[in-house]
């Protein structure tokens, strides 16, 4: 599985004006783990290491990131 372009994703956030960490949507995404679990598996998805994705996760990234799911993916860059 390739990578989630998440850091793209925060990067095109920031430009747009809206500045979103990765523990915050780690939190969106994890509400029932702890801080420090919420960040390994946000680094997990980062790194490619984690194989199984959410649909509900890639609708949170999108959402807060204002990016679409082809995007995240890596399909198009609009």
């Not at 702890?34 to 996760?57: A, F, H, I, Y």
Request: aromatic share 8%; hydrophobic share 40%; charged share 30%.
């Amino acid at each position: 599985m390739a990578k989630f372009r998440i850091e793209a994703a925060l990067l095109r956030a920031k430009e747009n004006g809206k500045k979103i960490f990765k523990k915050d949507l780690a939190a969106l995404m994890w509400p029932d783990s702890t801080e420090t679990g919420q960040m390994v598996n946000m680094t997990g998805l980062c790194s490619g290491k984690r194989t199984k994705v959410d649909p509900d996760w890639v609708e949170i990234i999108c959402r807060e990131c204002g990016c679409s799911a082809d995007f995240l993916f890596g399909l198009s860059n609009d």
